[in-house]
Each structure stands twice: as structure tokens, then as C-alpha cells.
């Protein structure tokens, strides 16, 4: 079974560690965001690329979700003794390796693609993993600016919104710098059109998922996919499992709820929609949109729970299928 996966950082990464328990026979390519990435210390930084890289080649901090297990901060102490910022942005010595490596080889002409395979090649997570694009694509986010005067707005990057602010103010929009004239990275489109089923996990549907399918072509490759393709709810009783999806849904006029980001996504994109038993009430409304839903338990607590998850959205690709 070819299986193709858009995911984000750390909820795309722990569901992938249960679809792999669940079908470890199965051929499974995952498809990136990139739009989380920054340069930083004059390294490019992959956040999501590398949160997934981690978990899946055992190297994660489990706790966090992200970042390495057993780190140190010399470096970033060093930095800040010599003033240079940003400190809101915490990388690990383990990590900056990693960031080292990749600036490295992008300066010596290796595209975002080629990088990422060969990183993979150290840390074998079992999964063919691609960037969305080898193209620059960075998301920010509108906020006010109290600073320019009544009404006056600001684009910060989406790093700065969520780490540094901690999404503790409005979003007003959020605009994936780039996507537009951004190309699908190699290997994507193929894998999307030979895939036997498309999963999108219980990643952000705005800036995870959603960053990826706005990158031309890699929405109408899914849409015209002949493979099912199955969501899972990030969404849980009203409100994101972690993380601030309920905020950045607001900025792009989607309400928090499990049903409205199935209508979201559209049944012109996805064929099947899982909810969370808490949620049985959201079925009925999904399927009057023309998409097949159940509702099962969709809280990772653990590897069998997410292996269970994954078996449910597997079981209801086939049922879609027919």
C-alpha cells in the first residue's frame, strides 16, 4: 500500500510513529510544510521537516514534541552573552548541527529536497520524506501594531507569532510568503498520483496542511487524485487538541469546530472525515456536506491510540472507496 501523508510538526509527526505501528508494511511518503521555516544565526531552519525527521528516527524530546532529546543550550547561551538575538527562538547545540548541515549543502547548490534525503540517510525514519517545495516559502501572520497609530497592522513571521507571542494576540490574516509562484518539490506530484491513499493528519489546517496545498498544483494533484482521501480532526470538542489552531482558523473566517474545518478542507478535496467520539454530534452536519464521517477516539495518548487512529482512517478510505 502507497500511502501519501501532508503533515505539519508535531501532531503530523506522532500520528505518522502510529501509521507506521499500524501498516508497517506500507510505502509512506510524507509531504512536509516548509512554511514554518526561518533562518536564524544565518542557518535555515526546517522546524517541521526536522520535528518529523526526529520523532520518526528516535531522536525527539518526547515532552516537548520537538527539538532534541538530551540537549544543551551552550551555543544559544554563547549568542546571548554576545547580544545576538533573536532568544525567543531556542535552539539546541544537538540541533544546531543539524541547521549547520543544511546551510551548508544548500550553499553548495543542493536543493531543499536533496538536503532533506540526505539528512534522512543518518536518522532512517522510515518514511520517504519530502518538502512541499525546494522554494523559499515562509508564513506570517497580521497582527495590530500598536506602535504605528490607530488601526495600523504588521506582518510577523509565523515563528515570531507562535513562540515569541505565543498567539496571544489577533491574527488578521495569514499569508504564506512565496507560495504563489513556488514549485512542488521532485517526487511530489508523482507520489500523489501513484498513492493508494492520501491521509492529512491532526496537523493545523492553516498553516500545516494548508501551507502545503497552496503551493500550486499540489491541491489539484490531491483533488484529482483517484486514492480517498481521509482527515483527521485537529479539532476536538470545540477546541485544538494543542497548538493555536482555533486562532489562526479565525483569521481565515473558519470556525473552531470539527465540522467547519471538514467543510473547510471542501468535498471537492477530501472523501472521508474523522471526528472524535466527544464530537458525534458534527457527523451528520459533515456528511450533509458530501463527506463520509465517523466518529472514533482521535486523542494520541499514546503509540496504540494514534496505531488505532490510523487503522480507523485506513478503514474508512476503503469504505469510501467502495
Known amino acids: 500500500m502507497r500511502i501519501v501523508v501532508l503533515a505539519g510538526g508535531i501532531g503530523g509527526a506522532r500520528f505518522l510513529r502510529g501509521l507506521k505501528s499500524a501498516v508497517p508494511e506500507a510505502e509512506i511518503t510524507v509531504i512536509g510544510n516548509t512554511g514554518d521555516d526561518i533562518h536564524l544565526f544565518g542557518l ?4 517541521d521537516l526536522d520535528t518529523v525527521m526526529y520523532t520518526l528516527g528516535g531522536g525527539i524530546h518526547e515532552e516537548q514534541g520537538w527539538g532534541r532529546a538530551g540537549e544543551t543550550f551552550a551555543v544559544k547561551e554563547e549568542l546571548a552573552a554576545y547580544g545576538v538575538g533573536p532568544e525567543w527562538f531556542g535552539l539546541g547545540d544537538r540541533d544546531f548541527a543539524t541547521h549547520i548541515v543544511r546551510t551548508q549543502m544548500l550553499g553548495a547548490g543542493y536543493p531543499l529536497s536533496a538536503v532533506t534525503e540526505a539528512l534522512c540517510a543518518r536518522w532512517r525514519p522510515g518514511v520517504r520524506l519530502l518538502p512541499m517545495s525546494d522554494d523559499r516559502v515562509e508564513t506570517h501572520v497580521m497582527i495590530d501594531d500598536p506602535e504605528g497609530g490607530e488601526g495600523a497592522r504588521k506582518a510577523v513571521h509565523f515563528q515570531e507569532y507562535w513562540v515569541r507571542l505565543h498567539a496571544s494576540v489577533a491574527a488578521h490574516a ?4 512565496g507560495a504563489e509562484t513556488a514549485k512542488p518539490a521532485p517526487g511530489v506530484l508523482e507520489a500523489v498520483s501513484g498513492a493508494d491513499v492520501i491521509l492529512f493528519p491532526p496537523s493545523n489546517p492553516v498553516v500545516s ?8 498544483g499540489i491541491r489539484e494533484a490531491v483533488a484529482a487524485s483517484s486514492a480517498p482521501v481521509v482527515g483527521l480532526s485537529p479539532i476536538v470538542g470545540g477546541a485544538p487538541v494543542r497548538g493555536m489552531a482555533d486562532k489562526v482558523l479565525e483569521a481565515v473566517g473558519v470556525e473552531a469546530t470539527a465540522a467547519a474545518v ?9 472523501d472521508g472525515w474523522l471526528v472524535d467520539s466527544v464530537d458525534t454530534d458534527a457527523v451528520a452536519e459533515v456528511e450533509a456536506a458530501g463527506i463520509r464521517c465517523r466518529a472514533v477516539p482521535l486523542m494520541m495518548t499514546d503509540l496504540d491510540a494514534t496505531a488505532a487512529m490510523a487503522r480507523e482512517a485506513l478503514a474508512l478510505a476503503e469504505e469510501v472507496r467502495g
Not at 496542511?209 to 500550486?216: A, C, E, Q, R, S
Request: aromatic share 4%; hydrophobic share 45%; with cysteine.
Open 44 to 47: 535555515k531552519v526546517c522546524p
Open 262 to 270: 471538514a467543510r473547510h478542507y471542501g468535498s471537492g478535496l477530501i
Open 209 to 216: 496542511v494548508g501551507t502545503i496545498l497552496g503551493v500550486p
Open 174 to 177: 495569514i499569508v504564506p510568503v
